[in-house]
């Protein structure tokens, strides 16, 4: 009895243990925002899971533009054995290019920010690997076994991860109409010494910006 029970934990905490969170956690906000307190789990326009918060006094039509600050790595970014500075400078590339057009279409983009307008900052947080979630094959007593040793050892598939927190603000007042805290997942990667690169990545970072581009507040 002793020894199934002792069965049963160890299976439980396997199970625990391959279950990845699939918005950011308290421990991963970087501080680029400057109160994380209001920010609540939704769903974006996809049905993809984020934490956001939006000022309930927010009003779109109060606004004629947005001015757009490029996109920044906060805290700042550098290369790593798995993630190349090459690949840093694509990731960011792409989402400044890409959340400039979507922020575009909301309304236009202004020179300098005035009263009656908004002001979009974005950072790349985190740019990372998880290991993936188990799959139901693999609670099985043995299967369950393997792939926690295969984790352990740094062999187990993982999911590209990247981390994004944006903010708009009002321009006269200069405080926070909308947060958002936003994790994406990419590819996958074989193990958790394979590099992460700019075409694993950049699906979570369409999935991102066409969210932005149908953000429902802005419309």
């Not at 979507?102 to 020179?111: D, E, G, I, N, T």
């Not at 799959?135 to 740094?154: C, L, N, Q």
Request: charge should be positive; charged fraction near 15%; proline fraction near 6%.
């Amino acid at each position: 009895m002793h020894l199934k029970w002792s069965a049963g934990l160890v299976m439980l905490s396997l199970i625990l243990a391959g279950c990845s969170s699939k918005v950011a956690e308290p421990t991963q906000f970087s501080g680029f925002l400057s109160d994380y307190s209001q920010i609540k789990p939704t769903s974006s326009p996809s049905g993809h899971q984020t934490l956001r918060w939006i000022s309930p006094t927010f009003k779109s039509a109060d606004y004629s533009g947005i001015y757009y600050t490029p996109v920044v790595y906060y805290p700042a970014a550098r290369p790593t054995a798995r993630i190349s500075q090459q690949t840093l400078d694509q990731v960011r590339g792409y989402v400044d290019t890409q959340l400039q057009q979507a922020a575009a279409r909301h309304k236009p983009l202004v020179s300098k920010p005035a009263p009656g307008t908004l002001i979009l900052k974005t950072a790349i947080t985190s740019v990372s690997a998880e290991n993936q979630d188990m799959k139901f094959y693999e609670v099985v007593p043995v299967a369950a076994v393997v792939a926690s040793t295969m984790a352990a050892s740094g062999h187990r598939t993982q999911n590209s991860v990247l981390f994004l927190e944006l903010e708009l603000l009002d321009a006269r007042s200069g405080e926070p109409v909308v947060k958002v805290v936003r994790k994406a997942y990419g590819k996958s990667v074989a193990n958790n010494s394979a590099p992460i690169t700019f075409d694993e990545l950049r699906s979570g970072i369409d999935e991102m910006v066409h969210d932005a581009a149908a953000f429902p507040a802005l419309q």
